[in-house]
């Protein structure tokens, strides 16, 4: 089955750093992937959409500048959290679709000192 | 946008025992999918089902697209199936889809 792989798993980083998170379509090409957010027994909400090859569509209340999306080829996108503060602790989870169903990584747990 | 409502949002169940799990959606869409989530944050797909009935096992999923619902049928729960119950849908815009997530359903199956 469709594979999508998220790296890294973990991170934990100062505050102030930059944090790259990768998703990688395994064994499809994703025209679309998804980014989401999660905090604690809370359910998973989307930040933004990346097609490849055009700019990323951010959901209401998320900071364009803060979370950069790049898409750059149907098998990756990457989301990087900029000048990471404590309250961007959270679990990231990317997913990809190419037609039918949505296929998620593993998430990332961002932890920001 | 499209709203997505679980039932019950807590379930706590003795080993053995059946249950089903309810998602209520507002709009039309194109995708429906369960996921359980386990301890570790993992999404596990269990049914891509945007209509009609799968079985997997013991679980078993039902949509009916015309009415606006899914249901997630859990029989002969076994401890392992604890951990978060989330139903997702699909929206079609313009810039590709949207994909909802409902709040869960938090089930503890007990010894």
């Known amino acids: 089955g469709a594979v999508v792989s998220q790296h890294p798993s973990w991170v934990i980083c100062k505050s102030g750093t930059s944090v790259k998170i990768e998703c990688r379509s395994l064994?499809?090409?994703?025209?679309?992937m998804f980014w989401y957010r999660q905090f604690p027994k809370q359910s998973l909400m989307l930040m933004a959409t990346?097609?490849?090859?055009?700019?990323?569509?951010?959901e209401q209340g998320v900071e364009k500048d803060k979370f950069l999306i790049n898409h750059a080829s149907l098998t990756l996108s990457t989301l990087t959290v900029t000048s990471a503060h404590p309250e961007d602790s959270s679990f990231y989870i990317c997913?990809?679709?190419?037609?039918?169903?949505?296929?998620f990584g593993d998430g990332t747990r961002l932890s920001i000192l | 946008g499209i709203q997505v409502e679980q039932s019950p949002p807590d379930l706590i169940l003795q080993e053995g025992a059946n249950s089903t799990l309810r998602c209520n959606f507002s709009?039309?869409?194109?995708?429906l999918q369960w996921f359980h989530q386990n301890p570790w944050g993992q999404l596990i797909n269990l049914f891509y089902?945007?209509?009609g009935t799968k079985q997997n096992g013991r679980l078993s999923a039902t949509t009916v697209a015309t009415e606006r619902y899914s249901l997630l049928y859990i029989s002969s729960s076994q401890t392992t199936d604890s951990g978060v119950y989330f139903c997702?849908?699909?929206?079609?815009?313009?810039?590709?889809?949207?994909?909802?997530f409902g709040p869960g359903t938090r089930l503890s199956v007990l010894p």
């Open positions: 997913s990809a679709r190419e037609f039918g169903p949505q296929h």
């Open positions: 064994d499809f090409q994703a025209t679309t």
């Open positions: 990346s097609n490849e090859g055009s700019k990323a569509t951010y």
């Open positions: 709009d039309s869409v194109n995708n």
């Open positions: 089902i945007p209509s």
């Open positions: 997702a849908v699909g929206e079609v815009y313009n810039y590709g889809q949207n994909f909802v």
